[in-house]
C-alpha cells in the first residue's frame, strides 16, 4: 500500500474500530480527521479503537491525526482505547499530553486591527529606547569616575583612539570637504551669474561650510567610518567573550572600551570639524578662481566679510554634539552585539544608520533652536 488510509467497522456494544494502513508521512495526501466524526456520530459509538497491523510507516503527522481524533472523541464522550497502536506512538501520545495546553494558546488566524498593530509597534520601539537611555546613564556615571581620577583604562588606547580618530581620517575628510565646497560654489555660480552677483558665491560657500556642512558631512563622514569601527571591534570583542573576562577580572568594560573611544571622538570632531571648513572654503575659492576669474584676495576678503565668528562657534559646537552621537551609536551598538560572526556585521550596519539618523534629526533640531535665537 502506497497511500495513508483509514477504514471503520463497527463491532459490538458501540465500539468503533479505526483501522490505520500504509505509511503515513507528511508529505502525504492524508486523510481528513472530520470522517472519524461522521463515522462515530452515524453509529452513535461510546467507544473507539484502533487496529494498525497494516500501518508500515509513520511520522509526526500520525500524531497528529491521532490528537485530533482524541479531541473529536472526548468533545462526544467517546472513550479512546489506543493498545492497537504501536507502542511508539502511545509513549509520544502520552508525552504529549502529560502538559495541559495553555488556555489561549490557540489563536484565530485573524489579522489583528490596525490600531492593535500600530500600538504593537510602539511597544515594541519601548525597549530600545530604555536600554539607549540605560547606556547614556552608564557613560555618564563612566565620566563622573573619570572626573574622579577612577576610570580605569590605558592611556596607551586613549592615545591610540585619537591617532585614529583624528590624523588617519584625514584624508577621506579632506576629499569630502573640498568636493563639498567645489559643489556649493557650482551650484551657486550658475544661478548668481545670470544676476552678475558671483562675488556672492564667497558668501554662499564659507556660510554653509561654516554653519552646516562642514560639521554635518564630518559628522556623516565619522559615522560610516569611525562609528562602524567602534561597532565591529567591541561586537568582536563580545564574540570572543574579551568583554566577559573584563567583567570577570572586575574591569568595567565601558570604563576600559567605551571610555577612550567617546573621549578621542569628541576632542577630534571639533578640530576635523575647523580643518572640513577651511577645505571647503578652498574648493569654493578653486571655483571662483577657476570658473568665475575672481582674484583670490578678493574671494578672502568677501569670505572673511560674511563669516562671523558666532558661525563658527556654532558649528565647531555641533561638531562636538555630532561626535557625542557617533560615538553613542557606535558603542551602544558593539555592547548590544550578539554572539555571532553575522551579528558584528549587523551592529556596524546598525550603528552607521542610527549615528547618521542622529546627525540629520539634531541638524534639524539645532536649525530651528538657532533660528529661535536669531543666530
Known amino acids: 500500500m502506497t497511500k495513508p488510509d483509514i477504514s471503520f467497522d463497527h463491532a459490538a456494544g458501540g465500539t468503533l474500530v479505526i483501522r490505520i494502513s500504509g505509511p ?3 508529505r502525504r495526501d492524508l486523510p481528513d480527521p472530520s470522517g472519524v466524526q461522521r463515522e462515530v456520530e452515524a453509529a452513535s459509538a461510546r467507544r473507539a479503537t484502533f487496529d494498525a497491523a497494516q500501518l508500515t510507516a509513520w511520522d509526526s503527522s500520525l500524531l497528529t491525526f491521532l490528537i485530533k481524533v482524541s479531541d473529536l472523541c472526548r468533545q462526544r464522550d467517546v472513550v479512546v ?41 510602539v511597544l515594541d520601539t519601548r525597549a530600545p529606547i530604555l536600554e539607549m537611555l540605560g547606556f547614556i546613564g552608564q ?16 592611556r596607551a588606547d586613549l592615545l591610540l583612539a585619537i591617532q ?30 545670470q544676476f552678475g552677483a558671483a562675488i556672492y558665491v564667497a558668501d554662499l560657500v564659507g556660510i554653509a561650510m561654516v554653519r552646516e556642512m562642514g560639521a554635518m558631512m564630518t559628522g556623516i563622514v565619522m559615522a560610516g567610518r569611525t562609528g562602524a569601527a567602534y561597532a565591529a571591534q567591541l561586537g568582536t570583542m563580545k564574540v570572543t567573550q574579551e568583554v566577559d573576562a573584563l567583567t570577570t ?15 578621542a571622538l569628541c576632542l577630534m570632531m571639533p578640530l576635523l570639524c575647523l580643518y572640513s571648513d577651511c577645505l571647503g572654503i578652498l574648493g569654493g575659492a578653486a571655483v571662483g578662481a577657476g570658473m568665475l576669474k575672481l582674484p583670490l584676495l578678493v574671494y578672502y ?13 556654532g558649528g ?42 542622529f546627525i540629520i534629526s539634531a541638524c534639524g533640531i539645532f536649525a530651528v533652536v538657532f533660528y529661535a535665537l536669531g543666530i
Open 24 to 26: 503515513w508521512r507528511l
Open 81 to 121: 482505547d489506543r493498545d492497537g497502536l504501536p507502542s511508539g506512538v502511545r509513549r509520544l501520545l502520552a508525552l504529549a499530553e502529560a502538559v495541559p495546553e495553555r488556555s489561549g494558546a490557540r489563536q484565530g488566524g485573524a489579522m489583528p486591527s490596525w490600531l492593535a498593530r500600530f500600538g504593537m509597534a
Open 139 to 154: 557613560v555618564t556615571m563612566a565620566l563622573g569616575r573619570l572626573a574622579r581620577g577612577k576610570a580605569r583604562f590605558r
Open 164 to 193: 585614529q580618530a583624528g590624523a588617519q581620517a584625514l584624508g577621506i575628510v579632506t576629499l569630502i570637504s573640498f568636493l563639498v565646497g567645489l559643489i556649493l560654489a557650482f551650484v551657486g555660480a550658475v544661478q548668481l551669474q
Open 249 to 263: 577580572m572586575g574591569i568595567s568594560p565601558l570604563d576600559f572600551l567605551v571610555l577612550p573611544r567617546m573621549i
Open 301 to 313: 576678503h568677501q569670505t572673511a566679510g560674511s563669516v562671523h565668528i558666532v558661525d563658527l562657534v
Open 316 to 357: 565647531v559646537f555641533k561638531a562636538s554634539v555630532y561626535g557625542v552621537l557617533i560615538a553613542i551609536s557606535g558603542c551602544l551598538r558593539g555592547m548590544q552585539c550578539g554572539n555571532s560572526s553575522s551579528a558584528v556585521g549587523d551592529a556596524a550596519t546598525s550603528a552607521v544608520v542610527t549615528g547618521i539618523v
